[in-house]
């Protein structure tokens, strides 16, 4: 979530947050884009396979069969939470420094944002963090295993401002059907952005859906330095002044 851009489309490098768009058309099909994402086009060269060097922490879905098994993949059996469109990796790189009790899945389509992401992981030589190159709806419907994830993070998403391409947005009925079975009972489901008209969408999506609850947001804090924020977009965002808006809800308990 640093770029504008990702599992569901293309992103602007200014915007981590997911995307790709292979074509620059308006007739791409839905199932092409990363749903959150992107107003340029991805080169077919950003989706070229992980080089051997960033395993672990950048595979594909050629890589793996679903299910996906987390004690394999992270190599210690923890609490999971998954980010929809890491981008460059900076939530991932402060959630996994800070918390190495817990594994984080990080999925995105683009995968030069991904191998950038990959590289950041390398470095820290952080063992509980995973970029997945894949559409994050793929993952979500074939990939994830019921009551898997302890919290699903959705930052920045791209708003996908034209009418005709907002049914290309991340957030949707399907997609919160899919973050509901993947979360734990209690898990957390957070989103940000800074488009009011999408927090809008995406708060009245959530409120028709029994499956989740609405629970207190985190308050926004002052950044102690440049790497302190959750993504580049939200730090880009921030020092222009603008707003944020922060929503989170709970995964309520499953009825028999």
């Known amino acids: 979530m640093e770029n504008r851009k990702g599992p569901f489309g293309h992103r ?13 058309t308006d007739n791409i099909p839905a ?3 990363d749903t959150h994402t992107s107003r340029g086009v991805a ?10 060097d960033l395993r672990p922490w950048f595979f594909t879905l050629e890589d793996i069969p679903p299910p996906l098994e987390f004690a394999g993949l992270f190599g210690e059996n923890q609490p999971v939470e998954v980010e929809v469109g890491s981008g ?5 790189v402060n ?7 817990t594994n984080f899945l990080g999925i995105e389509y683009d995968f030069k944002e991904a191998r950038r992401a990959a590289r950041r992981l390398q470095k820290r030589r952080l063992a509980n963090v995973r970029i997945l190159g894949a559409d994050a709806r793929v993952v979500f419907s074939k990939y994830l295993p019921d ?8 930052y920045f998403p791209d708003p996908w401002w034209k009418r005709r391409h907002k049914k290309r947005r991340i957030f949707s009925r399907e997609f919160l059907d899919q973050a509901a079975r993947a979360l734990k009972p209690g898990g957390r489901l957070h989103a940000w ?5 999408y927090f809008g969408v995406m708060t009245a999506l959530v409120a028709e859906t029994p499956a989740f609850l609405a629970v207190a ?19 880009k965002k921030r020092k222009l002044g603008l707003a944020i808006y922060r929503a989170c809800w709970s995964r309520a308990p499953r009825t028999a």
């Open 31 to 33: 199932a092409v884009t």
């Open 88 to 92: 460059r990796g900076l939530f991932l």
């Open 43 to 52: 080169s077919r060269t950003s989706l070229r396979p992980p080089p051997p």
């Open 12 to 24: 602007n490098p200014a915007r981590e947050t997911h995307t790709a768009v292979l074509f620059m």
């Open 147 to 154: 009551s898997c994830a302890a919290a699903v993070h959705v």
């Open 95 to 101: 959630a996994g420094t800070t918390s190495p009790g």
């Open 217 to 235: 947001s985190p308050a926004e804090r002052a950044a102690r330095h440049d790497m302190d924020y959750h993504t580049s977009f939200e730090r």
């Open 193 to 197: 952005t800074d488009v009011e008209e």
